[in-house]
């Protein structure tokens, strides 16, 4: 059974950093994609970022983008999120989700973790 864990979420201020964690098990994980979504109160669920399996090749969301890193650690079975200048609008759950690369962008993805509260304040 596939099991994702995220971690790292609490409250900070504006302009400030953080790194969310992604704990994955019950399956390969180096041969799957992982993904990063997040969603407002709200809002409908949005993409994030994507790393592909062995982390060679990572695309981001246009509102992220130069100021989030996705990265990953094969060995330890685990994505990362780091999160630099951070914005209010940044607050959200966030999610993270496994599947083969093209189901992960479309957030079709069969495998999601439970989420992190990230919550940035002005």
């Known amino acids: 059974q596939v099991q994702l864990v995220e971690s790292g979420g609490e409250l900070v201020q504006a302009g400030g950093s953080l790194r969310l964690s992604c704990a994955a098990s019950g399956r390969t994980f180096s041969n799957y994609a992982m993904g990063w979504f997040r969603q407002a109160p709200g809002k409908e669920r949005e993409f994030v970022a994507i790393t592909s399996s062995n982390g060679g090749r990572k695309y981001y969301a246009d509102s992220v983008k130069g100021r989030f890193t996705i990265s990953r650690d094969n060995a330890k079975n685990t994505v990362y999120l780091q999160m630099n200048s951070l914005k209010p609008e940044d607050t959200a759950v966030y999610y993270c989700?496994?599947?083969?690369?093209?189901?992960?962008?479309?957030?079709?993805?069969?495998?999601w973790g439970q989420g992190t509260q990230v919550t940035v304040s002005s």
């Open positions: 989700t496994t599947d083969s690369y093209p189901t992960v962008v479309a957030g079709k993805a069969a495998y």
